[in-house]
């Protein structure tokens, strides 16, 4: 099979790419590299032994996603391309609507020119909005505190309405809890351009020496602990369910939403603590105010997703901390 990835060179886009050839379907990477690097096709090729093709392009631009589908058979797309910092989305929303609508309808009209009918779509637990008890499970009112939470809510509306009136489409909607992580090699990781916004990558660079301590963003929630709980799974996890959900996508039409979490959840607090003791390392902290629109815990029922797609998160919290600190030192190694 031949798979359209777009955002394909991002951290869970580029995971998923390796899975998909290592499994021996043929991948097209489809990615603007607005927010990932240009060497990540090649180290997804070190890892694979096998080349993905790749387009350098925005998938809102029509012409240029034409060709695509124009040059070869296409059997299915994996969407992950979309701007996905929670905050920044508070400060630009127009630019996240336009962004993340935009590529998701071109996509969708390209798609139907060329009869592709498969499409698993990188969505978010976010979409499950502040008012759901945990843990969550799927058919839960959707509802978002962020733009870039809304534009999740949007599309999984736009490919539920799409599939109403197009009976062949599958669309597999993948709501991802909280990947950290990377690839074993060492090669592959979550490395945001600037300070990151999220815990374990802004974790690894104060464990480097590159940022001076951590500041957790609340100690006084209503948990365990006082700080906020979440369900972390390994990214080498969320690749696999994204095949699982290919598979589905197979035997399968309609819209679907799944939970991809591991249904467990773990402090900041623990999370840090299981880093330094996993690692040999120091993450300096201090306990500052809570950080506007976090909620105290939120985890996945996975059921459905075992039951349905086949799939279950394998590998622990110390897998996750010890891989993402073999990714930074890889990287620090390399420069
Ligand atoms: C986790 C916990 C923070 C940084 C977000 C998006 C979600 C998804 C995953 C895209 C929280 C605390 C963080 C720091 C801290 N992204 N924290 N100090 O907010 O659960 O989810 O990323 O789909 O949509 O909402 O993840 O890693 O930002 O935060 O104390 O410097 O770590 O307060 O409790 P979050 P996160």
């Known amino acids: 099979m031949t798979i359209l990835v777009t955002g394909g060179a991002g951290y869970i886009g580029s995971h998923t790419c390796v899975e998909l050839l290592q499994k021996g379907c043929e991948v097209v990477i489809a990615d603007n590299f607005s927010n990932s690097s240009r ?11 096998k080349q993905p093709q790749v387009c350098e392009l925005d998938v809102a631009d029509c ?3 034409e060709q695509i589908f124009a040059a070869q058979h296409i059997d299915a797309v994996i ?9 920044e989305s508070c400060q630009i929303p127009l630019r996240y609507y336009r962004n993340n609508l935009d590529t998701t309808l071109t996509l969708l009209e390209t798609m139907e020119r060329h009869g592709c009918a498969k499409l698993v779509f990188s969505s978010s637990a ?4 502040p008012k759901n008890e945990i843990p969550y499970v799927e058919g839960m009112d959707t509802s978002a505190t962020s733009p870039y939470g809304w534009t999740k809510v949007m599309i999984e509306q736009i490919l539920r309405d799409y599939c109403a009136v197009n009976p062949d489409f599958s669309a597999v909607l993948l709501r991802y809890f909280n990947p950290i992580g ?3 090699s060492g090669l592959l990781g979550d490395d945001p351009n600037g300070i990151p916004n999220n815990l ?5 660079r104060v464990a480097a020496g590159r940022l001076p301590n951590l500041t957790v963003f609340g100690g006084d929630y209503p948990t ?15 690749a696999k369910g994204h095949l699982c959900a290919l598979d589905y996508a197979q035997t399968h039409t309609g819209a679907e939403a799944f939970n991809l979490g591991t249904g467990d959840s773990v402090s900041v607090l623990e999370l840090v603590r299981s880093f330094q003791r996993v690692n040999g390392v120091s993450v300096p902290y201090v306990i500052g105010g809570r950080r506007d629109g976090d909620l105290a815990e939120f985890y996945a029922n996975p059921a459905r997703a075992r039951d349905e797609l086949h799939w279950t998160a394998e590998k622990s919290v110390d897998d996750m901390c010890r891989d993402a600190w ?3 030192q890889t990287r620090l190694s390399e420069a």
């Open 200 to 204: 374990m990558p802004y974790i690894v």
């Open 39 to 49: 060497d990540v096709p090649a180290r997804i090729a070190r890892i694979a032994g």
């Open 182 to 184: 990377a690839h074993e």
């Open 326 to 328: 073999h990714f930074i």
């Open 224 to 238: 365990r602990d006082g700080t906020c709980l979440r369900d972390y799974l390994h990214v080498v996890d969320l």
């Open 79 to 87: 969407h992950f391309a979309g701007l996905k910092a929670v905050g």
């Open 63 to 65: 012409q240029a996603l």
């Open 126 to 129: 976010t979409v499950y909005g």
